[in-house]
């Protein structure tokens, strides 16, 4: 079965600054999907980003990438320029050949103005 | 991607009774799922629902308690029956798109 462990259960930025969040993983699988989901106090889960293990390139959507790391099943999110409307908890999410998505216990970040 | 709608938004139910909640998406799709996220948690799977088929129930969920109907390509329903405080949670649906899950806006239930 596979495991998804988020450390951080909290972090907080500044407005305009950067951080980043951390996710690992565990499988056995060698072609998988991994996820940044955003989830807003409106409860709607947002996807942030997607990354194919098969891809070497790491994936980016204008202020959000992600440092890939799959020998060390490592899977972060940076997220540049933070703004108030960032402010939210952040699930990583692995996806393996039976299309289910296994969470992690999520981080919870907040965006000082 | 998708649009998925979810009936009712909320409800507070009495122990004992039973809510049904609705997912209906605006295309056609074969994999759906449903998500518990208990408060404060992160979201746990509770069964896959492809038309056409039964369910397939994830470990410590049964269909006993957690019936789930999928009669067509972009509807389906997931019953909490029986319910107990414990069952106060978000029930999220999904569906499976090109590579990436697409989720409803939740359900949110709570029991007394």
């Known amino acids: 079965a596979q495991t998804v462990t988020q450390s951080q259960p909290e972090m907080s930025v500044q407005e305009a600054e950067t951080v980043t969040l951390s996710c690992t993983y565990d499988?056995?699988?060698?072609?998988?999907?991994l996820f940044w989901y955003k989830q807003p106090p409106s409860r709607q889960m947002i996807l942030v980003i997607r990354?194919?293990?098969?891809?070497?390139q790491n994936a980016t959507e204008n202020r959000f990438s992600v440092n890939f790391q799959k020998a060390a099943k490592s899977f972060s999110l940076k997220i540049s320029d933070s703004q108030l409307g960032d402010t939210a908890m952040y699930f990583c999410?692995?996806?393996?050949?039976?299309?289910?998505?296994?969470f992690g216990k999520g981080t919870l970040l907040t965006v000082n103005p | 991607s998708a649009v998925i709608s979810q009936k009712p938004s909320r409800d507070i139910c009495q122990r004992g009774t039973s809510l049904t909640i609705q997912c209906q998406v605006d295309?056609?799709?074969?994999?759906m799922f449903w998500y518990r996220q208990q408060p404060g948690q992160s979201l746990t799977l509770i069964a896959t629902?492809?038309?056409?088929?039964?369910?397939?129930?994830e470990s410590g969920f049964v269909i006993d308690k957690f019936p789930i109907s999928r009669p067509n390509l972009t509807f389906s329903t997931l019953t909490v029956s029986n319910m107990s405080p414990e069952d106060s949670s978000i029930y999220l649906c999904?569906?499976?798109?090109?590579?990436?899950?697409?989720f409803g806006p939740g359900t949110r239930l709570t029991v007394t």
């Open positions: 999904s569906v499976e798109g090109s590579y990436e899950q697409y």
């Open positions: 499988t056995s699988e060698n072609n998988y999907y």
């Open positions: 990354q194919e293990a098969y891809k070497q």
């Open positions: 999410a692995f996806r393996g050949s039976n299309y289910k998505l296994t």
């Open positions: 295309s056609q799709v074969t994999m």
């Open positions: 629902a492809n038309q056409g088929s039964e369910a397939t129930y």
